[in-house]
């Protein structure tokens, strides 16, 4: 019995103190707590955290059921509705809004648990205020929803990676770019977007970083909605949360696809002109080499035409080679000059009647001497009935075309044959000059018509020639309207080919007659009073030989004031060639106060350079015509049948 009591007593004892820490944890406890009666629903107790929650006094939550209390109204609305909660061991609101006594809303966890104390059943209801973590997840949400929306509303693609390296967002300028679907992007697959090519540095690149928790900058191709891809450049950076928790990366992706198409013509331009810069560079010290030889050929043959002891045949063979050499460097001087009109813009067109079968006979039998003496034959080609052979196009460019062609088949023909011709496709005139030559490989294909390119940077040069002749011949096509081109292959000869449009056909004969004038035409115009406006002594003497067979008196002057003089004195001067540049007073100014008192002498403009504008300048003052130095008698008298006919009709 003793034993039994002590037993007993010593359960007192254990159950005392057990009441005693329930009491002391439900008075301070951190969260609220009603303990209720489960079969009336009745309030029979509540801790003072719950008591001070809620601003309530004990006596309004005693002896009350729980739906009585205003504020829990939301949970229990009617007893029907808490037996249903009875019956239940355990209930859980996650997110409850209750109302204090002063009028404020709270947002509480409310957890119960039915359980038994002593002989009866109570409900024990934890209620925990949760307000703050409300307060902060709605910050978060509506932080999230604005970097969203900033992230949606922008131009960059952007996207999101977690720590396991792998994409998981993307926004919608991304998906928009890309035309595919969240769920298609997300995780690695929107990888299938990178360009092959791109595809392993990208990855190595991120992974590198992302290792290293570094940012990284990068470009790539990917793959847009049309299949296209487009450069974009990536900025990656590591995204931590507020206590530097690493959560993975953040990238920022803009398309660059114009800028790198910028930069890459901007670094093709700064390489081509580097390119330029050395080929004129090479093209100046070719040109010093080409124009020293001939004048060392005319110098020092010149001197030796003063020795004494010379012998007839010697004589005849050094004038022949001056005449040669003079020939070569004019033919230099001719071909800069025209470069140089063609690449400021000032080389002008002349539309004339040409007879393209006449034209192409006069080239064939022009160079017909020099390519016999050279072992080759050569033959035309031209298939055009004589009502068609006529069109209106600029005759000098058609044959400057021509000569350059033919001449560099001479020059790199060393035996075999040449074949020039023209034939009609469509509206087209495709003209050819066909050799047997050494040919011309591929490579150079591509740049024997550009500019400069002949300027080669070798000492060793195996022909003669300033080597613009390609160059001018096809900016002349071009120029009217037709292009050029070339077809060869090593050892098997080339062929170059140019077309032109038919333009304009007339049945009437070509300008190109001119070339050839009869000796009734010659005699047509001789015995002409020629004054000549030179202030170049050497100029003078030259132009005097070329008009002597044309005059029967002819007189000089050296200034515009004394071609107005010498006008006055003599007003059955029937031709002044007029010098433009001279001193005291140009040659423009003099031919305007002649015509104030002469209308009829016929004036022709002259100048040893020919720049844009200077005809239409010379017409304007009242010149009949404009020719260029140096001039020889077929030239001048080409001009002035021309200028003679215009009178007479």
Not at 42 to 60: R, T
Not at 106 to 129: A, H, L, P, T
Not at 528 to 546: F, G, V
Request: hydrophobic content about 35%; some cysteine.
């Amino acid at each position: 019995m003793r034993a039994q009591y002590k037993t007993n007593k010593e359960s007192g004892i254990t159950l005392s103190t057990s009441e005693i820490r329930y009491r002391r944890l439900f008075e301070t406890a951190k969260d609220g707590v009603l303990i209720l009666n489960v079969e009336t629903g009745m309030i029979i107790d509540v801790n003072p955290f719950l008591i001070e929650l809620l601003g309530y006094s004990k006596n309004q939550f005693m002896d009350k059921a729980i739906w009585e209390i205003g504020f829990f109204k939301d949970i229990i609305e009617n007893r029907g509705k808490y037996l249903e909660l009875k019956q239940k061991e355990y209930v859980r609101y996650e997110n409850l809004p209750l109302e204090t006594a002063d009028g404020r809303k709270i947002n509480v966890e409310f957890v119960s648990n039915v359980y038994s104390e002593g002989s009866q059943k109570v409900i024990q209801c934890n209620i925990r205020d949760i307000s703050n973590r409300v307060k902060i997840e709605k910050e978060l949400h509506e932080s999230e929803a604005q970097y969203r929306n900033l992230a949606d509303s922008g131009f960059a693609l952007i996207w999101r990676s977690g720590t396991d390296k792998l994409f998981n967002y993307f926004n919608k300028p991304w998906l928009n770019f890309t035309g595919r679907t969240m769920e298609q992007e997300i995780g690695d697959g929107w990888t299938q977007g990178i360009h092959p090519d791109d595809n392993a540095s990208y990855f190595q690149t991120y992974i590198s970083a992302f290792n290293k928790k570094e940012a990284f900058d990068m470009e790539c191709r990917l793959r847009n909605a049309n299949g296209e891809y487009r450069w974009i450049r990536d900025l990656g950076t590591p995204n931590y949360d507020s206590i530097g928790n690493f959560l993975g990366y953040i990238g920022h992706c803009f398309d660059i696809t114009e800028q790198k198409n910028n930069e890459e013509h901007l670094k093709r331009a700064k390489e081509k002109a580097e390119e330029s810069d050395r080929l004129k560079s090479a093209f100046l010290a070719n040109m010093s080499h080409e124009i020293r030889t001939p004048m060392n050929g005319i110098l020092g043959f010149a001197g030796l035409l003063r020795e004494p002891e010379l012998t007839g045949e010697e004589q005849k063979k050094y004038i022949g080679i001056i005449e040669k050499s003079g020939a070569r460097m004019l033919n230099i001087i001719n071909d800069i000059i025209s470069i140089s009109k063609i690449e400021s813009g000032q080389m002008e067109i002349s539309i004339s009647e040409t007879n393209i079968n006449e034209q192409i006979e006069f080239i064939y039998t022009f160079f017909k001497p020099e390519a016999e003496q050279k072992g080759i034959y050569i033959s035309c080609k031209y298939i055009f009935p004589a009502d068609v052979s006529i069109i209106m196009t600029d005759c000098e460019k058609i044959y400057s075309i021509l000569t350059n062609l033919v001449k560099n088949a001479i020059k790199f023909t060393q035996k075999g044959s040449i074949e020039i011709g023209c034939e009609k496709k469509g509206d087209t005139l495709e003209f050819f000059v066909k050799d047997t030559g050494e040919g011309i490989t591929l490579e150079k294909q591509k740049i024997i018509f550009e500019r400069f390119m002949q300027g080669s940077e070798s000492l060793t040069r195996n022909y003669e020639g300033a080597g613009l002749g390609l160059s001018i011949s096809k900016a002349y096509a071009e120029m009217l309207g037709g292009k050029i081109w070339a077809e060869s292959e090593p050892g098997n000869g080339s062929t170059f080919y140019f077309t032109i449009p038919v333009n304009n056909q007339s049945d009437k004969k070509s300008a190109i007659n001119n070339h050839i004038l009869s000796d009734l035409e010659e005699n047509s115009i001789k015995k002409l009073k020629i004054l000549i406006a030179e202030d170049d002594e050497t100029s003078e003497i030259l132009i005097t030989m070329a008009v002597k067979v044309l005059g029967k008196e002819i007189l000089t002057v050296r200034t515009g004031v004394e071609a107005i003089e010498t006008c006055r004195n003599n007003p059955d001067i029937d031709l002044i060639l007029m010098d433009i540049k001279m001193p005291e007073m140009d040659g423009l100014t003099a031919t305007k106060q002649i015509r104030q008192f002469n209308k009829e002498v016929i004036i022709i403009a002259q100048t040893a350079f020919g720049l844009k504008g200077d005809r239409a300048m010379a017409i304007k003052a009242g010149c009949n015509e404009y020719i260029a130095k140096p001039f020889n008698k077929s030239s001048l008298m080409i001009l002035l049948k021309n200028i003679i006919k215009n009178k007479k009709t």
